[in-house]
């Protein structure tokens, strides 16, 4: 009986599969473009700089898996790249360390829990990946524009 249980014991160790995550290096540099958010028109020039995607600096995003947990957070260098070794699978960013139940009162409040938690970027993971992500800053809708 010894024997059995030995070689049972023997045989799930040999055979069981590890539970392993394979993990691939991504080289992000983020960039940011933003709305014109005044009143007026604004000229041109205005316009096309807000659109040119430009690096973002000393700006904290944090990292997003496919089940909404933050697993990282960084303050982006002078270059905007972030280095790291990710699993394959949908990641995105986000300007807020965990999600809220949004169970607040007014439709002002409800809008900017919305607004403060939103998706600013999201990418897969299928490989060693070096990508360029852009994210968009638009007016907060939760105020009425200027006039």
Known sequence: MRTVLL???LFLVCTAQKCT???YEAEITFTQTKS???GAAPADFLIRELRTPRPIKDRKLYLFNANE?????FINPGDSTFVK???EGQWSVRLVDQL???DRTTKREKCLIDWNQR????WSITGDTTMTVNLHFSCNPCYPPPP
């Open 21 to 23: 995550t394979h993990m």
């Open 7 to 9: 070689l049972t014991t």
């Open 85 to 87: 070794d990710l699993a």
């Open 119 to 122: 998706k600013l970027a999201s």
């Open 100 to 102: 809220q139940i949004n």
């Open 69 to 73: 947990v933050c697993v990282d957070s």
């Open 36 to 38: 014109y958010c005044g």
